[in-house]
């Protein structure tokens, strides 16, 4: 059965065509060079919309991952980040993307930090912009009698909601 390092391999001297899937066996959480995998294009049924993987793939518990270009694109990265033409970082790379939609910053970059995190840092960060509410001016904002942020007729709170459309997720 062929694995992720002739995959690989495949992609380094460009003889992959760009239609085409990565499969890797999901009996494997970690990806190795040596994880049986290969390339196929799935179809898919008008009538259920669900996928056709390629005849034997699914009894050779093979399951679809990313698109060939997602896979070269990993694989030059993997280069840059180490110098080298390594193969086994290549299947880091493509592991990290396949979990993560993403490319890591360094060969040994821990996870990102889940979406719920991320979010609420971005959140902080425009909550810390408004800047300090003015005590002389009180919010707009029906029985609010906290002051406002600069370029505001609302207080911070309001105003975040106002611009977000979500709750304000802090305490102050």
Same mark, same amino acid.
């Given at each position: 059965m062929p694995?992720?390092?002739? %995959? %690989?391999?495949?992609?380094?001297?460009?003889?992959?065509d760009d239609a085409l899937w990565l499969y890797v066996s999901d009996d494997d959480n970690e990806l190795t060079i040596d994880t049986p995998a290969d390339l196929g294009c799935p179809d898919y049924n008008d009538e259920t919309d669900e996928e056709i993987h390629p005849p034997g793939f699914t009894e050779?518990?093979?399951?679809?991952? !990313?698109?060939?270009?997602?896979?070269?694109?990993? !694989?030059?990265?993997?280069?840059?980040?180490?110098?080298?033409?390594?193969?086994? $970082? $290549? $299947?880091? %790379?493509?592991?990290?993307? !396949?979990r993560f939609d993403a490319w890591p910053e360094s060969l040994? $970059? @821990?996870? @990102?930090p889940p979406a719920e995190e991320s979010l609420r840092r971005i959140h902080r960060a425009f909550a810390d912009s408004l800047g300090a509410e003015r005590p002389d001016t009180k919010c707009k904002r029906q029985n609010c009698d906290r002051g406002t942020v600069a370029m505001s007729v609302l207080c911070?709170?309001?105003?975040?909601e106002n611009v977000k459309g979500v709750d304000?997720?802090?305490d102050d």
């Open positions: 694995t992720l390092n002739g %995959i %690989i391999e495949r992609f380094r001297a460009g003889s992959v050779r518990g093979l399951s679809c991952t !990313i698109e060939a270009h997602a896979v070269d694109a990993s !694989i030059k990265w993997s280069d840059r980040l180490s110098g080298e033409r390594d193969n086994q $970082a $290549a $299947a880091k %790379i493509i592991q990290y993307y !396949i040994d $970059a @821990p996870d @990102p911070k709170r309001h105003h975040f304000y997720p802090f």
